[in-house]
């Protein structure tokens, strides 16, 4: 099937030709400000005339009466109402919302067509540190970042994602040292957290290895190739416990996808030049800086961009701006999105406004930022004791606590409960991230996330279940395409599965997915009333039990697609 133009899309073109005939404007679709109507009986809503009447001088009630006058809705709706100040108010035909419905069966994109714009997008997301394992404040950046990876794919456009891995500066030097103490041959590290801490706890109080270290930070710096050697070792074995972490999360990084500080810092003295070749370079107490237009501090001070430091060393300013200036100028990048805390808006900010001014950066960057993960006292995640929470053990729990869900109505095996436990546990981590928007903190609870009832992925989770269960006793799905909605519920729900590719574009465009999630939701409540008013398999008819199979596939489909677009999966058995 080709796919189709959303309906609010639709609408939109149709309002604003109707617009320019009864008025002489040429307005473009987005402009018909057609939206989902929160009224009952009302699927649509066009606000335009408000805006238009004041354009032109005239009511706004005229306006909206001149562009329903115009409208040619082929059967699509019937004429709209004028409500209120202006509102133009559309109830879709059941028939044409029937036929368009019953269409989306043959579609495996459920109707969303490929955007005819595709982007190349760098997405940098996860970004944990070499030698320190992976913990809860590294869970959001994954999650969201996978996340909207799979939306912009969907959408049809390329995604470069690159995890930004801490793998250089001066906290190697101690780390490689301590590996040389204590590897006695056996490289391999059994905690890395506890190997980082060990080798903190020499540098401060081991003047004799502090030495050792810093003159190995040199070394690596200077590239020698034994110590280079060491370092690829704590790479490597860090490497592995990230790889495990994202394939127990469904995360779609690879070490492919790594391009870490130790990558950009071939790049990182290139960028020194340009900018002083720019001219956009002050020295500021022995050290190289920019001084971005426009960022003060509360004293009214200029904020610097320390590109580098006055011993000659980098920081991570300086690998920031390198890393934009590499998926700019080397690998073609229109969009650079940063998966990155909201703490960091303001770095961001001024990291783009030097990389505009060096002329790095002509298309789209933004800082996609996130709140925090709480704690049930309200404050950031954290062990009884003090500590921060291990990603690996936090999903783990999460597998043990579904794992008791799972069992209290699961008719499956040992082995089939075991695999469901995993699905439904990691499911809901992810969704509980996601379902909220993304930059408000929130308190992570496992009752609430695991519960059967309200928006959780358990609730979608047991409602793909059921329209698999019923298509099972079915016998399978009949042929044909034809879909009779008879019942209220019916046609609300052909009408929100409809609305699938709506959801997907306001998630996609706003870097939103808590818009899908919220929309995937509601959906799994329509199938739910219309399950209770609409017997399927022992419908009044062959032909109306036939086309409420039909509507329990498409929202089968439409929840799997949905949840496979947020990296969760949706078994077919509970």
Known sequence: MQQTADVTEELARRVVTAAGRALDVELAPEQALVQVSPRDGVDYQANLAMSLGKRLGRPPREVAGLIAGALELDGIADPPEIAGPGFLNFVLRTGWLAARTGALLGDSRLGVPETTAPRRIALDYSSPNVAKEMHVGHLRSSVIGDALARLLRFAGHEVLPHNHLGDWGTPFGMLIEHLLDVSAGQRAIADLDAFYREARRKFDSDEAFATRARTRVVKLQSGDEDTLAVWQELVDESTRHFDEVYALLGISLTDKDIYGESFYNPYLAAVVDDLEAAG??????????????????????????????????????????????????????????????????????MLFATCRAAGWLTGHAEHIGFGTVLGADGKAMRTRAGETVKLADLLGEAVTQAATVVAERSELDAAGQAEVARAVGIGAVKYADLSGDRERDYVFAWDRMLAKEGNTSVYLQYAHARTQSIIRKAGGLPDGTDVLLEAPAERALALKLLRFGEALKAATSAYAPHKLCTYLYETAVAFSRFFEDCPVLKAPSPELRASRLRLTALTSRTLALGLSLLGIEAPERL
């Open 280 to 349: 956009l370079t002050e020295v500021s107490d022995g050290a190289i800086c920019v001084f971005p237009e426009g960022f003060r501090n509360r004293e009214g001070d200029r904020l610097p961009l320390i590109v580098r430091k006055r011993d000659g060393g980098y920081g991570y300013a300086a690998t920031d701006l390198a890393t934009v200036r590499y998926w700019t100028a080397e690998r073609g990048a229109t969009d650079l999105l940063y998966v990155v805390g909201t703490p960091q808006a303001q770095h961001f900010a």
